[in-house]
């Protein structure tokens, strides 16, 4: 069984356009988590979602990024007009259960805007 | 608030023991974890240990929790080149919250 898988591994945009970042969770995972790494830094969190729910968005920015988790497909992270600030890993993880179990991540979608 | 250490470097000879420590605020926290990132890489989960635990041993990795003091470490005995990363230790806050909170990371080099 694959682990979480992202896609695309890296994208590339210009300023002022759009970037989806798309995550699978792992099979019978239905809890699923974003983190931005930005270079020489730790993970920060910015989202915790379930099918059809955001749980907690306390650490995505209030302005231009937004997440997904629908019922059928993977979830989305989407960042509208991105700016050169954006640029970093997004790391999705994922877990069975939001208690006593541990997050497995994903290996990343490395945004580079230019 | 929510806060995690990790001195940022570390070098060590192969074959001995690696020690890698990290501090943390929150005292509720319930889960703390170990996390290794290769370059390029993804985060590849190593161990963890529940907060009423004071040491986990899993082959070649030691955790020690000291609660008092809001200290983690993972020992890697028998240093390899192939364990040369970067090592995140995260806690898991309580109150409920399920966002893990990551240190910067400290990055292995292993000298032969």
């Known amino acids: 069984n694959a682990g979480v898988m992202q896609n695309p591994r890296h994208l590339v945009r210009r300023r002022g356009q759009e970037a989806r970042l798309r995550c699978s969770p792992m099979?019978?995972?239905?809890?699923v988590y974003w983190y931005r790494q930005l270079p020489e830094e730790g993970l920060k969190f910015m989202v915790y979602?379930?099918?059809?729910?955001?749980?907690?968005e306390s650490g995505m920015p209030k302005e231009r990024f937004s997440a997904e988790f629908p019922k059928e497909g993977p979830s989305i992270l989407r960042i509208q007009q991105v700016v050169r600030g954006d640029s970093a890993a997004y790391f999705c993880?994922?877990?069975?259960?939001?208690?006593?179990?541990?997050?497995?991540f994903g290996d990343g979608t490395r945004l580079s805007i230019l | 608030g929510e806060d995690v250490e990790q001195s940022l470097f570390l070098s060590v000879r192969e074959g001995d023991s690696s020690v890698i420590n990290c501090t943390y605020t929150d005292s509720s926290s319930t889960y703390l974890y170990w996390y290794k990132q290769e370059p390029g890489a993804g985060l590849q989960l190593l161990t963890y240990?529940?907060?009423?635990?004071d040491m986990k041993q899993d082959q070649r990795l030691t955790v020690l929790l000291n609660k008092k003091d809001k200290h983690l470490s993972l020992r890697i005995a028998d240093t390899q080149t192939g364990d040369s990363a970067i090592y995140f230790c995260?806690?898991?806050?309580?109150?409920?919250?399920?966002?893990?909170?990551f240190g910067q990371g400290t990055r292995l080099t292993i000298n032969p």
């Open positions: 993880a994922s877990s069975p259960s939001p208690t006593n179990q541990p997050q497995h």
């Open positions: 099979k019978g995972h239905s809890h």
């Open positions: 995260a806690e898991m806050p309580g109150q409920g919250a399920q966002k893990l909170v």
């Open positions: 240990i529940f907060s009423n635990m």
């Open positions: 979602l379930q099918k059809e729910n955001i749980i907690d």
